[in-house]
């Protein structure tokens, strides 16, 4: 499987939020969002806020374990409610 770090084409260190937001498959809004939680970090430089790459393949890292996380959790759960007959 390829890396989603080897899908900066670019070669930039750093991306707008609307790019990020492309990047990843979110609409700018919801990128906005995660900004404003602080699961990103931004920076300024000449009026812009920029995305450095790196902080993307860190969010769909966390995704992906947060994700896996909930998803055993809800078998362990239905493990439990079915008297564990799985």
Known sequence: MEKFMD???TGRLSVTV???A???????SSMYAEI???RIRTFKIAG???IPWT????LIDRAREESDSTYLAAL????KADGDKI
């Open 36 to 38: 404003k939680r602080g």
């Open 48 to 50: 812009r806020i920029l």
């Open 55 to 58: 902080e993307l393949t860190s």
């Open 22 to 28: 492309k990047a990843i498959g979110i609409s700018r």
């Open 18 to 20: 609307e790019e990020a």
């Open 7 to 9: 899908k900066n084409k």
């Open 76 to 79: 362990d759960a239905v493990g």
